[in-house]
């Protein structure tokens, strides 16, 4: 779509014909295809310099797309490209009303705190939002956008260790959970549940015992502030976790209220504990159950079964598939695969389909052995990567 300077703004327009044959085009392609095709609207100025985008889709755009079966609708400007999954796509339906703008926008941050001017440096801060006659599209529905930003690490980053933040109004800070830096192709991607303000910083956590295959994963949910060390710089990798541990990191990932009305459901757990709330939403929400019909042994070690099924019913409660790659694996490279209980063989098998597990290298899953804290950390780096990508 080519662009033109309007006041200061590089804007594109599409017409309702224009839109309406762009679709017929895409439901021939799809139909000539096995795969599922995307819709993707450029919007090329030779504006590599812009400081403001906005891409104008007419009046009818989200009845036509909702009805089109359009499974992503990526728009790719020079500041940014947005891809829309399907749930995205049927919430403009609802909530647009006439023509609505897509624009991209970058942040100055001279007049910001000092903490987001520290943090974000001279990386890209963006303000992205979607605007119709009615106002601004807030929610949704539950769908995702990915962002992607073009941006290389400079001198002495640490990829892991970059972290895209949401920029509240007065300046506060929350780190993006999911987010990577694909160094072939320049692009930081990450996933988000609604526009606003973000910003790419940086956020490099020291451990001096942490090192090897571990490092990276530790790094990266270091960073985002998911785990924490002991003391100023240990993180004690080789160390096992209790189930409460394991539960208060999925929490944070979520960013779920924990702000649970009811009565706690197990005997064990009592509310003024730090992992009260924590174990209430993770039992609410199905990602854990108890040991008992009223028990929940927060302080038990967590086995490397029991954190393949909490991890696996967390991907389920945040509604996101796990990529199965072409060489899919199955529990028969496990030696040991009839030791794994029989209500963890499917969380174990997807976990390793999708690449995120492996046994050991003489062959074995050890289903009842305690999870180290880094081989925690290398599941849920892995998880969070995979949405980005």
Do not use: C
């Not at 080519?2 to 085009?25: C, F, H, N, W, Y």
């Not at 139909?31 to 906005?54: C, D, F, I, P, T």
């Not at 897509?102 to 979607?130: C, F, H, Q, W, Y």
């Not at 108890?290 to 099924?309: N, Q, S, W, Y």
């Amino acid at each position: 779509m080519p662009g033109s300077q309007v006041s200061g703004v590089t804007k594109a327009v599409v017409s309702g014909d224009q839109m309406k044959s762009l679709i017929e085009l895409w439901k021939q392609d799809a139909g000539s295809s096995s795969k599922k095709r995307m819709l993707e609207l450029q919007l090329s100025a030779g504006a590599a310099s812009a400081n403001r985008v906005s891409l104008e889709l007419p009046e009818g755009t989200a009845a036509l797309l909702s009805g089109s079966g359009i499974p992503h609708l990526s728009i790719t400007t020079p500041l940014a490209q947005l891809s829309m999954d399907t749930k995205v796509i049927q919430a403009f339906q609802t909530q647009v009303r006439g023509a609505m703008q897509i624009e991209v926008s970058k942040i100055e941050t001279a007049a910001m705190p000092v903490l987001v001017k520290t943090v974000t440096g001279n990386r890209p801060v963006l303000d992205l939002s979607i605007r119709h006659e009615g106002g601004t599209v807030a929610d949704f529905g539950g769908g995702t956008v990915k962002v992607s930003i073009p941006y290389s690490a400079a001198a002495g980053e640490v990829r892991d260790a970059l972290v895209v933040y949401h920029i509240a109004e007065n300046g506060t800070l929350t780190a993006v959970p999911n987010g990577w830096l694909d160094s072939t192709n320049g692009m930081y991607t990450f996933a988000v549940k609604h526009f606003s303000i973000y910003g790419i910083g940086y956020n490099k956590q020291e451990f001096r015992d942490v090192s090897g295959w571990s490092q990276s994963y530790v790094t990266y949910l270091a960073a985002r502030g998911l785990v924490q060390g002991y003391g100023a710089d240990r993180f004690q990798p080789g160390s096992s976790m209790t189930r409460a541990e394991f539960l208060s990191v999925l929490a944070r990932m979520s960013g779920d209220s924990l702000s649970i009305a009811g009565e706690q459901p197990f005997k064990d757990v009592i509310a003024s504990h730090w992992y009260a709330d924590i174990i209430h939403w993770a039992s609410r929400e199905g990602i854990a159950l108890g040991k008992g019909p009223d028990t929940f042994k927060p302080h038990d070690l967590i086995t490397r079964e029991e954190l393949a099924v909490m991890l696996g019913r967390y991907v389920r409660h945040i509604e996101y598939e796990l990529p199965v790659p072409d060489a899919e694996g199955s529990l028969e490279s496990f030696r040991d695969r009839s030791a794994i209980s029989a209500w963890a063989q499917a969380d174990v098998e997807q976990l390793q389909r999708a690449g995120m597990i492996q046994g050991t290298p003489g062959g074995l899953f050890q289903p009842k052995a305690a999870a180290s804290r880094e081989e925690a950390a290398k599941l849920l780096a892995l998880l969070l990567q995979g949405m980005s990508k």
